[in-house]
C-alpha cells in the first residue's frame, strides 16, 4: 500500500517522495557538520546502517521481503533524523540502541510504515534524552568558542572507544576558552534563568551571543531544505507555517508580558531544533493530520506546546515530546475535522 497520504504529491512512489526528503536534509545536515564536526556525519552513517539492518532483520523474523521493503527508504529517513538530533561524539552503542528501538519497537512491532501511531524517530529519540540525559546533552562548541575541534579520526575515536589515541575524551573538547562547557542554546537560557539572570543580561552575555550563532546557521539549513519541499510540492504548507506561526505568536505574547525573564519569538524559532521539527518532524507522513483543518490544528498545538516546555518544562527542547503527544490526538483531531462528503444526508431537526 502507498503511504504517502500526508504527502502533497500522492502520484510518486512512496520510495521516491522519501528520498526527496533525505535530499532535503543535506543543506541543514551539511551546516551541522562544519559547525559541530565530523562526528555528525559518523552519526549519520551509524543510524542510517543500523536502522536499514534493523529493518531488514525484523522483516526477515516476520516472514516478509526484506530487500523490497526496505527499498521504500522510511527506515533510511529515520536513521537519519535521529543522527542529526543527537550530539556529534555520543558512544556508537547508545545511537544504536536509540534507532533500534524506533525501527523494531516504534515502527515494526505496529506492521510497519503506514500503522506505527508515533513518529519513530522521536521516539527513538526521547528513548535516549530519557536514559541517557548526560550524553545526550554534551553538545561541541561552536569553532570560534573552542580550544580545539576533534578531527574525522579523533571523532571515530572518541565515538567507539571514549577517547582519542592521546587520551583527550568529550569533556576535553566541550572545555571553552574561559572554562565553560557548551550546550545548545536552549540549555544555556533554561540555566540562566533557574540562576535568576533576566533576559537582556542573558544576551548581553558574548559567549552566549557567539554560541547561538551557529545553530541560527543550522536552522536556516533546514529552512532551506523544508522550501524546497514546499516548491517541489512534497509536503503541505499547513503544517509547518501553522507550527512556526504558532511558535512565534506564543513566544511574543509571553515576551510581551514579560520580556526580562521570556525569550523572543526569534529566539524560539532559530534555537534547538525548530526548523529541523517544523519540515521534517512534524510533516512525518504516517503520523500527522491528514485533513486541511487538521493539520492545523495539529500543527498548532504542537508549537504551543513547544514554548511551554520549553519554558516551564524540565527540558529545554520540546519538539520531540511535543510531536509524540499529538500524535496521540492525531486520530481524534482526524475525526472531528474530516470535511463533509458530497451528498451526505444532513439530520435538521424541527421544534414546534
Keep these: 500500500m502507498s503511504n504517502s497520504h500526508a504527502f502533497l504529491n500522492d502520484a510518486r512512489p512512496t520510495h521516491q517522495l522519501m528520498m526527496l526528503v533525505c535530499l532535503a536534509l543535506i543543506p541543514g545536515a551539511a551546516a551541522q557538520i562544519h559547525f559541530l564536526g565530523w562526528g555528525i556525519l559518523i552519526n549519520l552513517f551509524i543510524c542510517a546502517g543500523t536502522a536499514i539492518l534493523a529493518e531488514m532483520l525484523i522483516l526477515k523474523l516476520r516472514n516478509k521481503p526484506p530487500l523490497e521493503t526496505v527499498k521504500d ?8 533524523l ?12 547508545m545511537s544504536m540502541v536509540g534507532v533500534g528501538f524506533a525501527i523494531i519497537i516504534a515502527k515494526q512491532i505496529y506492521g510497519g510504515l503506514g500503522f506505527n501511531p508515533f513518529n519513530p524517530a522521536m ?17 561541541l562548541p561552536s569553532p570560534d568558542l573552542a580550544t580545539a575541534a576533534p578531527n574525522i579520526i579523533e571523532s571515530i575515536q ?20 574561559d572554562g565553560f562547557t557548551m550546550a545548545t542554546p536552549l540549555d544555556h537560557s533554561k540555566t540562566a ?3 535568576g539572570n533576566m533576559t537582556s543580561e542573558i544576551f548581553q552575555n558574548n559567549q552566549f551571543l557567539k554560541g547561538t550563532g551557529h545553530w541560527f546557521w543550522i536552522n536556516l539549513g533546514y529552512l532551506v531544505g523544508g522550501i524546497y519541499l514546499l516548491i517541489s510540492r512534497i509536503i503541505h504548507w499547513h503544517i509547518p507555517v501553522s507550527f512556526l506561526l504558532s511558535i512565534a505568536t ?19 524559532l532559530f534555537a534547538g531544533a525548530t526548523m529541523l521539527g517544523a519540515f521534517f518532524i512534524a510533516t512525518d507522513p504516517v503520523t500527522a493530520s491528514t ?11 504542537i508549537g504551543v506546546f513547544v514554548v511551554v516546555i520549553r519554558t516551564f518544562g524540565g527540558y529545554p527542547d520540546a519538539i520531540a515530546f511535543a510531536v509524540l503527544l499529538l500524535n496521540i490526538a492525531t486520530p481524534t483531531i482526524d475525526h472531528y475535522t474530516k470535511p463533509k462528503v458530497y451528498g451526505e444526508k444532513i439530520e435538521v431537526k424541527v421544534y414546534d
Design 73 to 80: 527508504n522510511s527506515a533510511l529517513l529515520t536513521g537519519l
Design 82 to 93: 535521529i543522527g542529526l538530533a543527537i550530539p556529534p561524539l555520543l558512544p556508537w552503542w
Design 123 to 139: 521516539v527513538g529519540y526521547v528513548l535516549l534524552l530519557i536514559s541517557f540525559p548526560v550524553e545526550m546533552t554534551a553538545w
Design 158 to 177: 572518541i565515538i567507539f572507544f571514549g577517547q582519542t589515541s592521546s587520551g583527550a575524551n568529550i569533556t576535553d573538547y566541550q572545555k571553552l576558552a
Design 193 to 195: 534563568f533557574s540562576l
Design 250 to 268: 506564543c513566544s511574543t505574547l509571553l515576551f510581551l508580558i514579560d520580556g526580562q525573564n521570556y525569550l523572543p519569538a526569534s529566539f524560539h
Design 291 to 301: 485533513t486541511f483543518k487538521g493539520r492545523i490544528i495539529y500543527a498548532v498545538l
